[in-house]
């Protein structure tokens, strides 16, 4: 998964800043993508995979908080049970849902079609019944993800104070970067998973 920003958008934030700083301005931007995807549960840039999943028997298949879908590539369901031959579900029968989200948001689950041309009506009960390839995140990453981002790697870029460029990022407080961002980043936060009753503006 890659960085939501490169080092040019933090200088772009900061004036005078040189190349001396690239280095941990990098490895600012890398841990506070890998704080965002913690906090929140999920990922926001696109990635490529193919993922089983369990089936319940029904028509919906409820996708893990965790990853959530951009599109499809290709639909499977053993119809038989586990092992036994998949099926492959044309796009015409199935729905990628909720249907009124907004055009960046990701589905979290998918509903067969009720009279399918593939004769799969349901997610076969079991272990890995369901097989979708697909991108996976968001089809890209938001301006709201990338600004908060750019806000925790500023706070922590200040939090090193005169430490010199040379710190590593394992020491820097999450707690205190947090209580560093706008009310606005934190609403973004939560919006996606983080709890904000754990870190509330001062």
Not at 50 to 63: A, C, E, Q, V, Y
Not at 72 to 77: A, R, Y
Not at 125 to 142: F, L, M, N, Q
């Amino acid at each position: 998964m890659a960085d939501y920003l490169v080092v040019q958008d933090v200088k772009d934030r900061i004036p005078d800043l040189g190349t001396q700083y690239d280095a941990v301005l990098a490895a600012l931007i890398t841990q506070a993508t890998a704080d965002i995807n913690r906090l929140t549960g999920q990922f926001f840039d696109p990635v490529a995979a193919t993922k089983t999943f369990d089936g319940s028997g029904s028509r919906t298949l409820i996708l893990p908080w965790a990853w959530p879908l951009a599109s499809i590539t290709t639909l499977k369901v053993r119809s038989g049970g586990e092992g036994s031959t998949q099926i492959t579900v044309p796009s015409s029968d199935y729905f990628l849902e909720p249907a009124g989200r907004p055009a960046a948001d990701p589905a979290r689950w998918i509903e067969l079609a009720s009279r399918p041309s593939s004769g799969v009506s349901v997610f076969t009960a079991g272990k890995g019944t369901a097989e979708i390839a697909g991108t996976w995140g968001r089809a890209a990453v938001s301006g709201d993800i990338k600004s908060v981002c750019l806000e925790m790697v500023i706070q922590a870029f200040r939090q090193r104070g005169a430490a010199g460029t040379n710190q590593t990022v394992d020491n820097l407080d999450l707690d205190q970067i947090l209580r560093g961002l706008t009310p606005r980043s934190l609403r973004i936060l939560g919006d996606h998973g983080m709890g904000q009753a754990v870190y509330t503006s001062s």
